[in-house]
């Protein structure tokens, strides 16, 4: 157990709809980020928040946003959902001391289908 | 060219044998290199964690990096049937980029 939880596990949606997915970082860490897994390949950067502020963007569009709370949960917010965002989100969370290296740890995942 | 290359596999080894993952990265000025396993419809879980070159060894696994070559290492000694997953090789630049992953069957 990682301490990382996500809600809700699984969901389907319609093209064109909205979703909301959150997070609720590790007792302790300051910093969440969120992947984006496809079938069969590695998971890939979406953004980064710490401190309640987007510091780090992954090549996605601005349908994808993001929050994060003074507790440092987060949401993730994707809009106007196509067939391509049928994946595997998954939230990390980790201590940023500014040196670098921090250890990443992950949630088990929220699962998007888009019919 | 992708920053980190990995080849999917599969690989399927019998139990009991030495398992060898690899990947290559691109840039020189990566020096935090990672290991996930994940199992089937799970999160990644952290292995492995090494700064720089050199060996890091836990238990059955050990962690490799040459970074005159860009290559990193993830040896498994004496596999078990629970080793069946697929292991994600990382570099850690504030953000992970990930290879594709490789997935292991370990046959009993």
């Known amino acids: 157990e990682t301490g990382v939880t996500q809600s809700p596990t699984h969901l389907i949606k319609t093209r064109g709809q909205q979703v909301t997915l959150r997070c609720s970082s590790q007792s302790g860490h300051n910093t969440v980020s969120w992947y984006q897994q496809a079938l069969g390949q590695g998971p890939q950067f979406i953004f980064q928040?710490?401190?309640?502020?987007?510091?780090g963007r992954g090549n996605f569009p601005p349908r994808f946003s993001g929050l994060q709370f003074p507790n440092y949960s987060s949401e993730l917010n994707v809009n106007a959902l196509e067939l391509d965002d049928s994946a595997l989100y998954l939230c990390?969370?980790?201590?940023?001391?500014?040196?670098?290296?921090?250890?990443?740890?992950f949630g088990e995942g929220s699962w998007l289908t888009v019919v | 060219q992708k920053e980190v290359e990995q080849d999917p596999g599969p690989l399927s080894v019998p139990e009991g044998a030495i398992v060898s993952l690899n990947c290559t990265y691109s840039?020189?000025?990566?020096?935090?290199f990672m290991w996930y396993r994940q199992y089937s419809r799970k999160g990644p879980e952290l292995l492995m964690y090494t700064y720089s070159s050199g060996n890091k060894e836990d238990g059955r696994f050990t962690a490799q990096v040459d970074k005159s070559s860009k290559y990193i290492s993830l040896f498994i000694r004496d596999s078990q049937p629970s080793d069946s997953a697929t292991y994600l090789c990382a570099i850690h630049t504030g953000k992970l980029i990930f290879g594709q992953g490789t997935t292991l069957q370990v046959k009993p």
């Open positions: 928040y710490y401190r309640e502020e987007e510091n």
């Open positions: 840039n020189s000025a990566f020096q935090y």
């Open positions: 990390a969370s980790s201590w940023a001391s500014g040196r670098g290296g921090n250890t990443i740890y």
